[in-house]
């Protein structure tokens, strides 16, 4: 079955900070990782990663994906009060189904 | 570019009693899914459609989940009868392909059953 773990579960930090949020995963036939933020209920996409070194950024967030030791960090800098969420990573795989299985998130809270 | 809709926001039930969520999602998208995420988890698939058929129901209990998606477009989930442990966020998501390509989430329906 596949499985995604992310750490930490929770974060606290102050506004400025930079933090890096964990995923691990084991998935069969591995197609590509996607992290979502989720502020209120809809999760809103953020990136998806398919090949291993390549970094994906997007202002002040960051993602690289390692698929030799099945990780991937997402990194922000200079954060925000507006960057408390929770951060979710999901894997899909290949052949039949594109469902996205997620991990339990982490919950970051930036304190002005 | 209208994004996925949702309703009803909220929905409080007893248990025992039946209850239906709608989503309609953006033009154009093929594939549908319903999540079910229950608090302090991440979002666990009930079902995915391509147009108006079922590609995985695989975790959708079937003895009272029930899902249509009966012209391709919008799709209705029902719950007959409600458990206290079916108390969640219903997210649906859409998304163009079903290869390779991101899902888009709606807002979600919360439904408490006490």
């Known amino acids: 079955e596949d499985k995604v773990v992310q750490s930490p579960l929770s974060l606290v930090v102050h506004e400025g900070d930079t933090v890096t949020l964990n995923c691990s995963y084991e998935?069969?036939?591995?197609?590509?990782l996607l992290w979502y933020k989720q502020e209120k209920k809809a999760p809103t996409f953020l990136f998806m990663l398919t090949s291993s070194g390549i970094e994906k950024k997007s202002g002040r967030l960051s993602s690289i994906l390692d698929k030799k030791e099945l990780f991937s960090i997402l990194n922000i800098t200079a954060t925000q009060t507006g960057d408390s969420a929770i951060y979710l990573c999901?894997?899909?795989?290949?052949?039949?189904?594109?469902?996205?299985?997620f991990g339990k998130g982490t919950k970051l809270t930036v304190n002005p | 570019e209208a994004g996925v809709a949702q309703s009803p926001r909220y929905k409080i039930i007893e248990k025992r009693q039946s209850v239906a969520f709608w989503c309609n999602p953006i033009s154009g998208h093929a594939t549908l899914y319903w999540y079910q995420q229950i608090l302090g988890q991440g979002p666990k698939l009930l079902i995915q459609?391509?147009?108006?058929?079922?590609?995985?129901d695989s975790q959708l209990p079937k003895d009272r989940f029930s899902a249509e998606r009966l012209k391709g477009v919008d799709s209705t989930l029902k719950i007959q009868p409600a458990k206290l442990e079916d108390s969640a966020v219903y997210l649906c998501a859409s998304s163009l392909l079903l290869q390779g390509r991101e899902q888009f989430f709606g807002p979600g329906t919360r439904l408490t059953v006490l």
């Open positions: 999901a894997v899909t795989s290949q052949g039949g189904s594109e469902k996205l299985v």
């Open positions: 998935v069969t036939n591995f197609r590509s």
């Open positions: 459609f391509q147009n108006n058929g079922v590609v995985d």
